[in-house]
């Protein structure tokens, strides 16, 4: 009865977001840890525990399709591989580059970001990417990682040396289609809490 109040919490959040085919696996809760006690390894690095997608917002985005489709940022930290984030198509096309900025709720030494691109439609799949962290949301240094996600529709992880921070922006470059459009049907993070 003396913990009634953390159970009741802890029942409440919702399942871990592992995919088929995640590269992220189980690994040990830490104390004080915010999410479910998920780790990512990448070869030899080990990029820090998954973040549950229960601490996790929305800080911004640059645009959303919310009247043709579902397409709300939010559907990016839904744990459901089925809806997405897309953007706007309707009534405007903005172009490149396209972002989308998460707020982790809490400081954390983030140390990966894993993208799963929609599972069907073509539009929409980020090619060229840049990822930034940032202690306010509002100051913005060099990305901690730029590349390039391929046409695998499997969870792709990008991993960096730690960086503190509360809010993490994907920024897409390019797509994979060549369209205007961007998006993501599940972005996870990894980190280390403060
Ligand atoms: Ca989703």
Redesign the pocket.
């Known amino acids: 009865m003396l913990f009634q109040g953390r159970d009741s919490r802890l029942s409440s959040v919702r399942p871990d977001p592992i995919l088929p085919g995640s590269t992220w696996t189980r690994g040990t809760r830490r104390p004080g840890l915010a999410g479910p006690g998920l780790r990512c390894i990448d070869g030899e690095v080990e990029c820090g525990y998954a973040i549950s997608q229960a601490e996790l917002n929305v800080h911004e985005v640059s645009s959303e399709e919310t009247a043709g489709e579902d397409g709300a940022a939010t559907?990016?930290?839904?744990?459901?591989?089925?809806?997405?984030?897309h953007t706007q198509w309707q009534d405007g096309q903005p172009g490149f580059p396209h972002h989308i900025t998460i707020d982790l709720g809490a400081g954390y030494d983030v140390t990966g970001l894993e993208y799963l691109p929609r599972q069907n439609g073509s539009n929409g799949r980020f090619k060229e990417y840049a990822i930034t962290v940032s202690v306010d949301g509002e100051t913005w240094g060099d990305p901690v990682a730029t590349g390039e996600f391929t046409s695998a529709l499997t969870p792709q992880t990008v991993t960096w040396p730690e960086a503190a921070g509360r809010y993490v922006r994907l920024t897409g470059l390019s797509s994979i289609n060549g369209s205007a459009f961007g998006g993501?049907?599940?972005i996870n993070l990894g980190g280390t809490p403060h």
């Open positions: 559907n990016a930290i839904d744990g459901n591989p089925s809806t997405i984030w993501a049907a599940e």
